[in-house]
């Protein structure tokens, strides 16, 4: 079965600095799709950014951009230049051929002004 | 489109009652997924549907919890009985085919069990 790892339970980072949410994923399958959702306090999910496992180009979103490295199942989220509204709980996660989105137990993220 | 909405917000029963949750997902996509999420923890999937079929159930969802489509549109999950660990955030999603896309979430229906 498959799994999703997210290893920090809290980050924080200074406003305007850059920040990486580390995310770790086990699963026998080669063909897959990778997610970063956030989550503001009593706000629905929002999806920041999404990875075909098959490309091998990082995909990126504004400030937003991820390090993807298949053999090693990693995939972590660096925002760049934090801003207050980034301040959310991260949550990383993994659809397969199922159909289904497992996810990890979220991140925290703070921004410090 | 206004999105995927889901209602009520908030739902507060005595254990032991049923209770029915709605979700409306966007008009175009034939995907809809419901998830559970408890207080510090990431969603846990239930079930999803592709236009009135319900493909998928998790183990999880116990035979308490009941999950229909009718006609491909709005979705509701039922939940007979309930029980104080019932309490959580009940997840809507859409997406169009698969979720390769991504998936559009609702705000969330939130249950309390008293």
């Known amino acids: 079965a498959q799994t999703v790892t997210q290893s920090q339970p809290e980050m924080s980072v200074q406003e305007a600095e850059t920040v990486t949410l580390s995310c770790t994923y086990d699963?026998?399958?080669?063909?897959?799709?990778l997610f970063w959702y956030k989550q503001p306090p009593s706000r629905q999910m929002i999806l920041v950014i999404r990875q075909e496992a098959y490309k091998q180009q990082n995909a990126t979103e504004n400030r937003f951009s991820v390090n993807f490295q298949k053999a090693a199942k990693s995939f972590s989220l660096k925002i760049s230049d934090s801003q207050l509204g980034d301040a959310a709980m991260y949550f990383c996660?993994?659809?397969?051929?199922?159909?289904?989105?497992?996810w990890g137990a979220g991140t925290k993220l703070i921004i410090k002004p | 489109d206004t999105g995927v909405s889901q209602n009520p917000r908030h739902k507060i029963t005595k254990r032991g009652q049923n209770v029915t949750f709605r979700c409306d997902p966007i008009s175009e996509h034939n995907r809809l997924y419901w998830y559970r999420q408890t207080l510090g923890q990431g969603p846990e999937f239930l079930t999803y549907f592709q236009n009135e079929a319900q493909l998928e159930k998790s183990r999880l969802l116990s035979d308490r919890f009941s999950a229909e489509r009718p006609k491909g549109s709005f979705s509701t999950l039922e939940i007979q009985r309930t029980e104080q660990g019932d309490s959580a955030m009940y997840l809507c999603?859409?997406?169009?085919?698969?979720?390769?896309?991504?998936?559009?979430f609702g705000s969330g229906t939130r249950l309390t069990v008293v």
């Open positions: 699963t026998s399958e080669s063909d897959y799709y």
């Open positions: 999603a859409s997406s169009l085919h698969s979720g390769s896309y991504g998936y559009t």
């Open positions: 996660a993994y659809e397969g051929s199922n159909y289904q989105l497992i």
